[in-house]
């Protein structure tokens, strides 16, 4: 059988576009396969990018935090440093007010008739036995040595010392402060039941005290703790009726108007 030469050339013509075509699949499948990767590759690297920089976010918000703590925790020291400062200045001007002062024999005498007199007097006057009075030095040093305890935070030192403090001078001008102070020492650590009974006994026993509203502030707070709103709006109410004007009078209105906004 004779191939005329068209058909020769057709055969061979057929035979080269098959391999082309065969030829240009593979090169792009080559090339979608490849172009794949690329895109596995980007989308890869794009993810990474966005994790790294989440983690970039995390760290700086870490250290935004770690930041705003410690300026807290400084406010808060600053805060109660300035209370306690307060306190000792006040009580101290307190003290000194009603301390009597010793006077002088020759005070208020004309001439030289007071040596005189004050001689007479002594030569009349039997010497009457008295019970020593409780230095007042000592009772200041053991009353200032215990909120230096509370305001370095050293809380269950400060409450044996302030419970010493009470015992060994009960009748002392510092104790009504020493009673509030114990109070504060459970109340600043959440042991909101002794808190309240060292509170109470502020009112009961020093019912005058200039630390009664704070007490009765601070009891007005454990109930909020608590979550007896009913016992925290009576207290607060006391505060701002029986000592309106003062500062917590104001604070105790403030939790109350906060209350009312929780629906409380």
Do not use: C
């Amino acid at each position: 059988m004779r191939v005329t030469r068209e058909a020769a050339l057709f055969l061979v013509m057929l035979v080269v576009g098959t391999q082309v075509a065969a030829a240009g699949k593979a090169e792009l499948e080559a090339r979608i396969e490849q172009l794949g990767r690329r895109l596995d590759s980007r989308s890869l690297m794009d993810m990474l990018d966005q994790i790294t920089s989440l983690q970039g976010e995390v760290q700086q918000l870490r250290g935004d935090i770690e930041v705003q703590n410690h300026t807290l925790e400084g406010l808060q020291k600053r805060q109660r440093d300035l209370y306690l400062d307060i306190d000792r200045r006040l009580h101290r001007l307190e003290a000194g007010g009603v301390e009597s002062q010793p006077t002088s024999p020759l005070s208020g005498a004309p001439g030289g008739a007071a040596p005189a007199a004050a001689g007479a007097t002594a030569t009349m006057t039997a010497p009457v036995a008295a019970t020593p009075a409780l230095n007042p030095a000592d009772q200041r040093k053991a009353y200032d040595q215990a909120l230096e305890l509370l305001k370095e935070g050293r809380y269950n030192d400060a409450a044996a010392a302030f419970q010493e403090f009470l015992k060994q001078y009960p009748d002392s001008s510092y104790a009504d402060n020493a009673q509030y102070w114990l109070g504060e020492v459970y109340y600043v650590t959440r042991q909101f039941q002794p808190a309240l009974a060292e509170f109470n006994k502020v009112l009961t026993v020093y019912p005058g005290s200039t630390k009664a509203a704070d007490a009765k502030l601070k009891m007005g707070y454990i109930q909020y703790e608590l979550k007896d709103w009913g016992k925290a709006r009576e207290l607060l109410s006391d505060v701002v009726k029986a000592y309106s004007g003062s500062t917590s009078a104001r604070l105790a209105q403030e939790r109350l108007d906060r209350m009312q906004k929780e629906g409380h």
